[in-house]
Structures are given as C-alpha cells and as structure tokens.
C-alpha cells in the first residue's frame, strides 16, 4: 500500500463539546463527514493544555521538558528569557525528517512557527509571528519570495486579528474579523497549492480558539449562558463562521483527494472558564512569598477592595503597568514559591542555584514543593466550600528530558480546567470570579481523527498530543526519529501496518528552526506581540 497525499488538518483549540452541537444542528457538514470516516476520539494535550507546549509536542511528538517550550515566553518573572520563537526548540521538528527523507512539506499557519523554517516545500508562519503597525515581515515565509507576493495582493496578509477580550464577548465583532481573516488566508493557501507540488501539508485555523476565549458559554448546550437573550444572535454568527471554516476544510479534502491519509487534531480543548486563582496573592497569604516596601501595603483589605474599584475605572494600559510595578516589589529573599506566567500554568519553587534569587536550598526542595502543594490542597472556593484544586501535578509526573527542570515545579489543575491560574499578586481576592462572563479556558481533552484507505470509523479512541508526529511520518511511509509519542497502528489497516511495520531509528536531523532567517525580535515587535498576548489574556 503506497502512501498518498498527507493532509495534517490543525483546528485550534477544537473539542467536541462545540462540534458535536454544531454536527446536530447542521454545521460543519466536511468535518463531520471527515471524523464519521475516521478512527476519532479525545486527544489528550500537554499539561498544562496551552498553545506553546501543545504545537510545539505536536510538531516535534515529544513533551516539553525534550523541545524545551512551556509557554509564550522563556524563564519566569525571575529568568526573563523573552518570547518563544521556533529557533528556541531544542529537537527536531517532523517536516526535518521529511525532508531529510526527500518528501517536500507545505506548512500553514501552524502557530510557534515564526521565523518560518527553510523546508523543501513551502512555509508560512503562524501564531508569534511579530506585526508591528499591521505590517508583516518577510520572513514569516519561505522562500521569502512568498511572503513578498502575499504582502502585495491587494487585501494584503495578517497572521492574526487584533483581540479584546474586555469587549469582544459583547458583540460577534471578532466572528466578523476573524472571517476576514479567513477568506484572506483561504486565497493564500488556494494560491499556494495551486504552485507547489507537496505530498504532505500541515494546516492549522486557529479561529476555534480566538472565538471560544469570548463566547463559549453561549455555543455549549451544558452552560448556562447558552439560554441567555444574548447568546442566540451570537451563536448563529458562531455557526456562520463554523461554516466558513468548513469551507476551507473542504478546500484542503479536495487538494488532498479521495486516496489520502487525513489526520485531523487540536492542540488542546476547551471549557467554560468560571474563576481565576491568584496565585501569587494566595502564596503571599499563605507566608510563602514576601513582598518589600509599599508593597506590603497589598496586604490591606480596604485597599485591595480600592484596587477592585480601581481596575474598573483606570485604562487598561495604566492598570497593566501598575501590575507590572506592584510585583517588581517582591522580595525574592522571602520568597519560596512565586507563580509561573500565566501561560504556564504552574508553580515554581524559588530554587538555589536555579533560580537568579532562589533562596530554597536543594535540601529543602521537596519540603518546601509538599508545602506548596498541601497548601493549593486545602485551598477551598467560599462560594460553595468545596476544594478548588483537583490534583496537583509534579513536574517529573508529566515532563522529563534535558530543559525539564527549567519548567514550573508544579502543576495544579482546578475543577477540571474551568478555574485558571494567574499570577496575580494584588488582585482584590483569592479568586476572581467570572462566571457571568461566557469565556472559555482550556481543557485537556482536545480532538483527533485519522481517516484514509482502510482505516475502520470508530469513535471514543484515545490519543496523546506526541502520537500525531511519529504517526503522520508513518503513515507518509517514512523512517520515524525516537520520540515519546508512538503510531497508532491500532486504528491503521492491519494490511498496512503488516506490510511496513514503524521504523523507528536514531536519524540526525536539524533541529526545528535550524537556519531559520530572521532578526531576533525588535523592541517595537517584542512589545506587539506582548501586547497581543494580554489581550488574549494570556499574559
């Protein structure tokens, strides 16, 4: 059995909770039709489930603590190592092993792909790719000849929309900015494959995500909001939009043709998002963080409830930078455990020799990690007096490899991903609460499907996030690198599996951004991209 075209079909942030709904009233007709054809089931993503760690495993089928990505940026509020870009990624990617096999690779719009890799094929970057002033650089692409032509078409090329999340839930402004977007990178993509002959392509839409951010409780049928006045003239538009992705999805099943292998996937999955754990304001309460001069003062009750008036009223930018003040006045000396960035989702403990003011000594380590952890175990939401965390996990329980011990220490999870992590020092409570708001948050349980020649439909499989690599190269009939993930020949044609049993050797291969052209990012794009990253509410 030869192998035919590829078609790695990324949908970010996509989970059944909204396709499923969207199936039964219509929507989506191609995916649909696509998953009844498939082996499918829950994907099960990286902890904690965010973009940066979740790509990048798919991409590379190892887990953070091997390609070394825990979040948007590098270190923590003590290693401020700057924003992630591809030539941060410590392994190789899955395009290197097949190149380096001779099949040539178009990739899409993946996000954590800026600067755009030098593949056999063609490369367009996505999600952290900097746009400064609506401008996009050059090099988002390779060749770079590509880029150059994109940027000339009369609509022009974004990588991504602007976002704001204090507004957007209100309206379906960003449905009607994100099908902009859509109907441009739609004419992008057409126009690429109609000029590059590439047996494997990788795409990803990252509308999913952007959407459910804002409107999620109103297109899930379990949640509340979803019965409000409100949420049926937004959710049409959502269904709308759903329909416009489709078409693209057609677009690609056409390329692909009746004889190719499609692995459907998403990076992580998503819930309603309810409240949000200040974690360095608990810590601080708690005596495991120390704060120095007027910010002691955040100790004060009264003036945290002015700070709860205070976010409502000032500008978002001024609030932003009085954050930003508020916990430069750390006192690391007193420190022993301080948040991660929010996209992190975890825990560091303020580790000697690690950490530039740790003053944990290695002997304490693990007394002072119990500490943490008996402490996020005892914590409890007063609304209703149940424990807010549902476990907590230990850095060695979910990554290893030569970066791991750069990551959060720990990893608490809260009510099943519907309470986020925040770094929030001096916010006006423990927990911050958003349950009128319809926003979603991540969710572990992300989405899979492997449809082609043979495959048996079948529902309720069960995926990790590292499978998709080693099991895409499989199924291109290529030699497969070592990695932690492994191909799911349960759900293959046992013909084919029999025919070519998975070859998986030591390859030396690049690494993924390896002779990537592109300046490091600039003060002005470094400062958009961050800029960006806030209003998505993910710094």
């Not at 959407?211 to 999620?216: F, P, Q, S, T």
């Not at 704060?291 to 945290?304: D, E, H, K, Q």
């Not at 304490?364 to 965390?389: I, K, M, N, T």
């Not at 099943?416 to 349950?435: A, F, I």
Request: aromatic content about 8%; some cysteine; glycine content about 10%.
């Amino acid at each position: 059995m030869s192998p035919g075209r590829l078609l790695l079909l990324g949908l970010d942030g996509a989970t059944y909770r909204i396709l499923t709904p969207a199936f039964e009233a219509g929507h989506m007709p191609a995916l649909k039709a696509l998953l009844e054809r498939s082996a499918s089931g829950i994907l099960t993503s990286t902890i904690p489930p965010y973009t940066p760690p979740g790509w990048t495993s798919i991409f590379t089928g190892v887990n953070p603590g091997r390609h070394g990505i825990f979040g948007f940026t590098v270190g923590n509020a003590q290693r401020r190592g700057g924003l992630v870009r591809l030539d941060r990624v410590r392994v190789p990617a899955l395009w290197n092993a097949a190149n380096a096999q001779g099949i040539p690779v178009g990739l899409f719009n993946i996000p954590m792909t800026y600067p755009a890799p030098p593949v056999e094929g063609f490369a367009v970057s996505g999600m952290l790719t900097p746009e400064g002033g609506g401008r996009t650089p050059e090099s988002f692409t390779h060749p770079e000849s590509i880029g150059r032509a994109l940027l000339e078409r009369p609509e022009g090329y974004r990588i991504d929309i602007d976002v704001d999340y204090d507004e957007d839930w209100k309206s379906t402004a960003i449905e009607e900015r994100l099908s902009r977007n859509l109907a441009v990178k739609r004419s992008a993509l057409s126009g690429l494959l109609g000029d590059y002959d590439v047996p494997l392509l990788f795409a990803v839409l990252e509308a999913p995500d952007r959407l459910m951010h804002v409107h999620y409780k109103y297109i899930d049928p379990a949640c509340e909001h979803y019965r409000q006045p409100a949420a049926e003239p937004i959710r049409e538009r959502v269904w709308a939009f759903f329909d416009e992705m489709d078409a693209v999805i057609g677009d690609l099943l056409a390329w692909a043709g009746p004889d190719a292998w499609v692995v459907t996937m998403s990076d992580h999955g998503f819930g309603p998002k309810d409240k949000v754990v200040n974690v360095n304001l608990a810590l601080k309460e708690w005596g495991l963080l120390g704060v120095s001069g007027a910010g002691g003062l955040g100790s004060s009750a009264g003036l945290r409830r002015l700070a709860r008036s205070a976010k409502k009223s000032i500008p978002r930018k001024l609030w932003r930078k009085a954050k930003s003040a508020a916990h430069s006045s750390i006192d690391w000396s007193r420190t022993q455990a301080f948040s991660a960035p929010n996209p992190q989702q975890g825990v560091y403990i303020n580790l000697a020799g690690r950490e530039p003011h740790g003053a944990v000594p290695e002997s304490r380590y693990e007394q002072v990690r119990d500490q943490v952890v008996e402490r996020f175990s005892a914590l409890v939401d007063p609304a209703d007096g149940r424990p807010v965390v549902d476990r907590i996990f230990l850095r060695e329980e979910v990554m290893d490899g030569a970066a791991a011990s750069e990551g959060p220490d720990l990893f608490p999870v809260c009510r099943d991903y519907t309470y986020e992590l925040s770094d929030g020092l001096y916010s006006p409570d423990l927990l911050t609460d958003y349950r009128e708001l319809p926003r979603g948050f991540h969710h572990r349980d992300g989405i899979f499907g492997i449809a082609g020649p043979g495959v048996e439909p079948s529902r309720d499989q069960l995926a990790s996030i590292y499978d998709i690599a080693p099991t895409a190269l499989f199924l291109a009939g290529l030699k497969i690198p070592r990695v932690d993930g492994a191909v799911l020949t349960g759900l293959l044609p046992p013909t084919l599996v029999a025919e070519r049993p998975a070859a998986v050797e030591d390859l030396e291969l690049p690494l993924a951004g390896e002779g990537a052209a592109a300046s490091p990012y600039s003060e002005e794009e470094a400062a958009q991209i961050e800029e960006s990253l806030r209003n998505l509410g993910y710094l």
